[in-house]
């Protein structure tokens, strides 16, 4: 039911900064929660930072914290990346799911649903 759309990916000098942004078609439930993964070749997808919808809180990997910030709108969530390094390279996926109870929002990827197609990030030394 949830499509997701990545864009805003390109290439930036180190200590650069980037907006991504994920379009959101489908139900918005007070539950929702949103994600932001990276992946390069021959590595696993991990996490970047994550947002719960009704209450703003959010849920960064040490990587990226104080460095990149997670927010949204009334249908798009975004990943403003400051500051960023060559380490940040990787394709960034924009990912969904409903989440209830404690721990919300989640880290891990099975814990994401719904998946955009990627957007390719490239920064340079």
């Known amino acids: 039911q949830v499509q997701l759309g990545e864009s805003g990916g390109g290439l930036v000098q180190a200590g650069g900064s980037l907006r991504l942004s994920c379009g959101i078609s489908?139900?918005?439930?007070?539950?929702?929660?949103m994600g932001w993964f990276r992946q390069t070749p021959g590595k696993e997808r991990e996490f970047v930072a994550a947002?719960?919808?009704?209450?703003?809180n959010r849920k960064y990997s040490d990587a990226v914290k104080g460095r990149f910030t997670i927010s949204r709108d009334v249908a798009k969530v975004y990943l403003q990346m400051t500051n960023m390094k060559p380490e940040d390279t990787a394709i960034y996926y924009c990912?969904?799911?409903?989440?209830?109870?404690?721990?919300?929002?989640?880290?891990?990827?099975?814990?994401?649903?719904?998946w955009g197609q990627g957007t390719q990030v490239t920064v340079s030394s």
């Open positions: 489908g139900p918005i439930a007070i539950n929702l929660v």
């Open positions: 990912a969904a799911d409903y989440c209830s109870g404690s721990g919300c929002p989640r880290t891990a990827r099975h814990e994401y649903r719904y």
């Open positions: 947002l719960q919808w009704n209450d703003d």
